[in-house]
């Protein structure tokens, strides 16, 4: 029988990733709206078109291990596939279709454009991106692993959870000897390793049996791993693309495990959980505040106007989060309950 327990205080637990949470948004955000170095740090081109490659993929690699992590949590503590397909698709579709409903009309797309968009397979049809969509890549990836995931644990229970770690390491042997250094993965197949670490972070983190690596993982240096990360978020030919999901793995599971320190206190602010509390709509809304107008003009005139499009990103990101999807969410919820009940009749 496998033995599932919670590992450590889920206060302190929740704390933390809400600030990596929030960490992983504003580096997204930043990879979209800033301009964080010179053209030779691959961080933003000479045109002054924002690429920011290195610290997005830093966001992302974040931002892919918590989702994993959280998917499988739920799994683990709940064990309903019903309740867990009713929360996410009523939690993540909402917004993202009423802003492809709204952008796409306003693009040169066409039938098949569209139907990529709306079907989520974009990520594999990138001709078919504007710049507007481009960042959905990532909410493609996000659905398609839900799908996957929600398949083995109808078919294998709690058990087949025990198959991800395999699965990482099948993902991970691909991407090392297929992947030729610059690469940033939009694919599903290529990008899924940082979502699959997430998933094995939450299986040590809840098995009475990994108790030892969770105090190695602990005690390992921190600047060391961060220092690993960072090294492999860089985009340029010698990057070992493939480390990058077990860094991040890392980095969060140490601050899960590390005795309270400095990198407590600061992931556990109430900045970094109001931004991770309106996380979602902020990557969802924030390239529409960036469009027309506002991303027009010299380099000097467009930066001169981020202000303004940072201010709309978060205002509307408020707004969408506490009163558009959180009337799905409840839907979402009473649906869950609704059906869990007539299972037990």
Partial sequence: MTEIAPAAPQTRRLAVLDGWRGISILLVLATHMLPLGPPSWRLANATGNIVNLSAGNLGMSLFFILSGFLITTNLLQHGNILEFGLRRVFRILPLALLFMLLVLPFLDMSHDGWLAHLSFSVNYFSQFFAKETLHLWSLCIELHFY??????????GKKGLYALPFILLLVSMNNFMVIDGDNSGMQSHIRVDEILAGCVLALIHYDNRAKRLRYWLGRLPFALLLAILVGSCISCSFTPYWLRSYAAMAVIGHTLYRN???????????????????????????????????GQGSLIVKYAKRPISIAMSFGLAYISTHYYEKLFIEVGKRLSRFFQQRSLK
């Fill in 147 to 156: 799908l996957f995931i929600g398949i083995l644990f109808a078919l294998f």
């Fill in 260 to 294: 309270p320190s400095p990198v407590f206190h600061f992931l556990e602010s109430r900045f970094l959980y109001r931004v991770a509390e309106i996380s979602y709509a902020l990557y969802v809304i924030h390239p529409i505040t960036i469009a027309g107008w506002l």
